[in-house]
C-alpha cells in the first residue's frame, strides 16, 4: 500500500502549516448517554462528520478504570473527549502536530464542559518528555506515510507505563503497521475487526527485576 506524502504535503491536516479555511463545520455523537457536539473546520481530519474508524476504536477500546490516557493525533478532539466522558476517572491528554486541530480540540473540551481533559500541540512525542501513560490511542494519519507513523510506534515504548498499551485502528489491508507493532513490542493483538477496520494493541511488558544472590 503506497502511503508517502505528496508534493503539497504542507497543506495536509497532518502538517504544522496546514491548510487554512474559514468555513465551520459541526458535528455530534452520544457517549453514555451524553450528547457531544464538536466544532470543526477545513484543515483537520474528517471535518464534517466522525471518521467510521474512529467509531471502530472507540468501541473496541480497553481502558483503565483510572490512570492517564494520551490521544496521539487528537484532531478536534473526537477520541480524547469520547474518552473523557467515558472514564471521568481517568486524565487524558491530547495532542496534534496540526495547531487548527489543537484549537478546536480546546474549544471542544471547554463548550462540553469536560474536566477531565487538556489539548496542546506536540509534533509526535516532542512535547511529552518524561510523561508516561497507562494508554496510548491513536487513529493514525495513514496518508503521512510511515515515516510519521513509524515514529510514533516506536515512542510509544518509552512513553508508556509498564502494563500500558498501545491501541490503534487501521483499515483492512493495512499490514506493515501491525507487523511494525508487534517488532517493537514483542506482541500484537487484534482486538476488534468491522466494517473495513481493524483495531490492534501492543502491550508494554513488564520488566521482571534481578534477583540478587544472597550474601553468603
Known sequence: MHMSGEPNEAQHYYSKKPRKSTKRF???????????????????????????????????LSLPKQGDVLDMGCGCGVIGISLAVMRPSIDVTMVDVNPIAVKLAKENIESNGIENAAAFQSDIYCALAGRTFDVIVSNPPLAAGYKVIYPMIEGALDHLKEGGSLQIVLRKGVNAIPKKMGDIFGNVELISRKSGYKVFRSVKKCVPKKQTEPKV
Request: include cysteine.
Open 26 to 60: 459541526s458535528m455530534s455523537l452520544d457517549i453514555k448517554g451524553r450528547h457531544i457536539t464538536l466544532a470543526s473546520c477545513g484543515g483537520v481530519f474528517s471535518k464534517s462528520k466522525v471518521d467510521l474508524g474512529t467509531i471502530v476504536l472507540l468501541e473496541a
